[in-house]
Nanobody
Framework: QVQLVESGGGSVQAGGSLRLSCSAS????????MAWFRQAPGKEREGIAL????????MYADSVKGRFTASGDTAKNTVYLLLNSLKPEDTAMYYC????WGAGSWYSKYEYKYWGQGTQVTVSS
């Protein structure tokens, strides 16, 4: 049984930083594509970062490129998302996703087999 458990969310002021974690069980992050998504109230779930090969390769959405950094620790079977220079528009529920179906784009919410429960990030101005 696959489980993804996110943690690290919270409330910060604009310009601040947070580090999100996604601990995986039931699958190996080095053998599965892992991704971070976010969903703000009233908006679609948005793919923001893709992690290959346990963190050796990453891709980012333009909205977070240069501010967010994804990584992985294969020994802990955990992926991370470091959020820097946070803006109020980054306020959302952040989700970890794993294991692509392989039929669509990495940033599509329909592309992943497994999801975590999410962790809330709130950025105040």
């Amino acid at each position: 049984q696959v489980q993804l458990v996110e943690s690290g969310g919270g409330s910060v002021q604009a310009g601040g930083s947070l580090r999100l974690s996604c601990s995986a069980s039931g699958l190996t992050i080095s053998r599965n594509s892992m991704a971070w998504f976010r969903q703000a109230p009233g908006k679609e779930r948005e793919g923001i970062a893709l992690i290959y090969s346990g963190g050796d390769r990453t891709m980012y959405a333009d909205s977070v490129k240069g501010r967010f950094t994804a990584s992985g620790d294969t020994a802990k079977n955990t992926v991370y998302l470091l959020l820097n220079s946070l803006k109020p528009e980054d306020t959302a529920m952040y989700y970890c996703a794993a294991s692509r179906w392989g039929a669509g784009s990495w940033y599509s919410k329909y592309e992943y087999k497994y999801w975590g429960q999410g962790t809330q990030v709130t950025v105040s101005s």
